[in-house]
C-alpha cells in the first residue's frame, strides 16, 4: 500500500470540485452538441483504461485526475469565474501529457505490467493505447492553450463587437465553441469603406448591413450570458476569384466540361472502390494482380483529374483560410502520414500503391470542400453525389485496413520496424509500422466521422471547416 496515492487523490479533489462548480450549465448544454469535446472524452477514457491497467494496483485511482483533466480543458468555455486558472493549467497539462507518453514508450513506470487485452482475434496493447491517446491529447491541449493565449486579450472596448458592453463586465473567448456558417450567394455587393475594399477577403459590417440591434435588457440583466461573434463583420468573398478563372468560364460555358468533371468523379470513386476490394482479398492470384493494376491505374487518373479540376475551380480566398485551419492541417498530417504507413505495409508495389494514391487524394479533396462556392458544387452535384460516398469509401478503407492489421495474420499487409530508439538506463522504444497505422486509423475514423453526419443532414451551403469564434459576456469577477 502507498500511502502518497489515497493523498494525491484527496488533494486533487478540490480543484475538481470547484472546477465544477464554476461551470455555466447552459455552456455545458452547447458543448454537449459539440462533436470535439466528446472526441476528446473519449480519448481520455482510453487513457484512463490504459493507465490503470498498466498500473494495475492502488495507483489507478490517480487516474481519476487524469481522466478529468482533459475534460475540464476541453469544457473551459463553460468556465466562466475561473478560465485564467484554467488557461495556466493547461499549459501545463500539455507537457504533462507528452512526459506521460515518454514513460509509457520507454517503460519507466515502476511496477508495471504493461498488459494486452484480446478480443475475439483483436489484441490491443495498454502501453500503445497511453502512447497514443497521450500524444493525441496533448496535440489537443496545446492547441487549445495557443488559441486560448492568442484571444485571451479580447475586450470589449476594442471595438470587436456591435454591442455596447459595460467596462464591469469581463468576456469570456470560447475556444472550443465556434460559430458555423454558409455561403449565401448575394445579388449586391455591400457598400465597403475604403480600407475594406483592398481586403481579400472582403468584409463587411453585420449589424450595419442589416439593421441589427444590441439585444434589449442587456444593461437591466448584467447576469445574462450573451453569445455573439468574436468581430462582426462577414467575409463577402467574389466567387470568379477562382484558382483558375478560365476553368470556371468553360464550366459555365459549356454544360459538357460539367459533365466531363463529373463522369472523371464517378468513374475514379468506383475505380478506387474496385481496387481495394481486389487488393484485400487473401487469395491474390496472377490474373486478380494484373486486373488490379489495370483499375489502379484507371482510379488513380481519373481521380487525380477529378480533384485537381475542383481544386481549380475552388475560390482563393475560402482557400487560403483553409490552408491556415488547424482541423485541416491536422486531417493533412494524418492522412498523409497513414498514406505513407500503407504504401509501406503493402511493400511499394504498383498497383496498392495507385490505390493509396487514389485514396490520399480522395481524403484531401474532401478536406477542401468548403472554398467551392455554391454556385459550382451545385452544378458538379459535389455534396450530394461525390462527398458522402468519399468519405464513406475513405473511412471504410481505413477501417477495413486496420481490422486486418489488428487480426495479425494478414497476407496482404508485411508489417516491419521503422524506427528503434534505444537509451541506456533508460528502455527501448520500437515503433512499427502496423502499430504506426493502427493509431492513424484510429484517429482518421474518430475525428473525420462527423463529415457523415455533416454531408448527410446539413445545409448543402453550411461550411464544415471555415467558422467563427464566439465571446459571452459574464459579469462576475474571474480569478
Not at 490503470?52 to 463553460?78: H, K
Request: charged residues 15%; contains cysteine.
Amino acid at each position: 500500500m502507498r500511502p502518497w496515492v489515497p493523498l494525491i487523490f484527496i488533494i486533487t479533489l478540490p480543484m475538481m470540485a470547484a472546477n465544477a462548480a464554476f461551470l455555466s450549465l447552459d455552456m455545458l448544454d452547447l458543448l454537449f452538441h459539440n462533436y470535439e469535446f466528446w472526441f476528446i472524452t473519449v480519448l481520455s477514457i482510453f487513457n484512463w483504461v490504459g493507465l490503470a491497467l498498466i498500473f494495475d494496483d492502488v495507483r489507478a485511482i490517480v487516474c481519476v485526475g487524469t481522466f478529468s483533466n482533459a475534460p475540464s480543458i476541453i469544457a473551459i468555455d463553460a468556465n466562466y469565474r475561473m478560465y485564467p486558472t484554467m488557461a495556466k493549467t493547461i499549459v501545463v497539462a500539455g507537457p504533462a501529457m507528452l512526459i506521460l507518453t515518454v514513460c509509457c514508450a520507454y517503460r519507466l513506470v515502476v511496477d508495471s505490467s504493461y498488459p494486452t487485452l484480446e478480443l475475439g482475434g483483436l489484441v490491443f496493447h495498454s502501453r500503445q493505447i497511453v502512447i497514443f491517446t497521450s500524444s493525441t491529447l496533448a496535440l489537443f491541449i496545446v492547441k487549445k492553450a495557443y488559441f486560448k493565449y492568442r484571444r485571451m486579450g479580447v475586450r470589449p472596448d476594442t471595438g470587436e463587437s456591435g454591442v455596447d458592453t459595460p467596462h464591469r463586465r469581463h468576456i469570456i473567448p470560447c475556444v472550443v465553441l465556434q460559430a458555423r456558417l454558409r455561403l449565401d450567394p448575394v445579388a449586391i455587393q455591400p457598400r465597403l469603406t475604403a480600407n475594406q475594399d483592398s481586403a481579400s477577403p472582403r468584409v463587411a459590417n453585420i449589424l450595419e448591413a442589416t439593421g441589427a440591434t444590441p439585444p434589449p435588457g442587456v444593461t437591466s440583466a448584467p447576469q445574462i450570458q450573451q453569445l455573439r461573434l468574436s468581430n462582426d463583420k462577414a467575409f463577402v468573398v467574389d466567387a470568379r476569384r477562382t484558382v483558375v478563372r478560365r476553368l470556371l468560364e468553360l464550366v459555365n460555358s459549356y454544360h459538357q466540361m460539367t459533365t466531363t468533371i463529373s463522369f472523371f468523379g464517378v468513374l475514379g470513386l468506383l475505380a478506387t472502390t474496385a481496387v481495394w476490394v481486389l487488393l484485400l482479398q487473401h487469395d491474390q492470384t496472377k490474373a486478380n494482380e494484373r486486373l488490379a493494376l489495370a483499375v489502379a491505374v484507371i482510379a488513380a487518373a481519373c481521380t487525380l483529374l477529378f480533384t485537381s479540376a475542383t481544386v481549380a475551380l475552388s475560390q482563393r480566398d475560402l482557400l487560403r483560410l483553409l490552408v491556415w485551419n488547424f482541423d485541416v492541417v491536422f486531417s493533412t498530417l494524418q492522412g498523409t502520414a497513414l498514406a505513407v504507413c500503407l504504401l509501406d505495409l503493402l511493400r511499394w508495389r504498383a498497383a496498392p500503391s495507385l490505390a493509396v494514391v487514389s485514396w490520399w487524394l480522395w481524403f484531401h479533396w474532401l478536406l477542401v470542400l468548403d472554398a467551392l462556392t455554391p454556385i459550382v458544387a451545385h452544378q458538379l452535384r459535389l455534396r450530394k453525389f461525390f462527398a458522402l460516398p468519399a468519405i464513406l469509401l475513405v473511412l471504410a478503407v481505413a477501417f477495413v485496413s486496420v481490422l486486418e492489421l489488428l487480426v495479425g495474420s494478414s497476407t496482404v499487409f508485411s508489417p516491419r520496424l521503422l524506427w528503434s530508439l534505444r537509451v541506456t538506463s533508460f528502455g527501448d522504444f520500437d515503433l512499427h509500422t502496423d502499430t504506426l497505422a493502427v493509431q492513424r486509423v484510429v484517429t482518421i475514423v474518430g475525428w473525420s466521422s462527423r463529415l457523415v453526419i455533416e454531408l448527410a443532414v446539413s445545409d448543402q451551403n453550411q461550411l464544415v471547416y471555415i467558422r467563427r469564434h464566439i465571446n459571452y459576456v459574464s459579469p462576475y469577477a474571474t480569478f
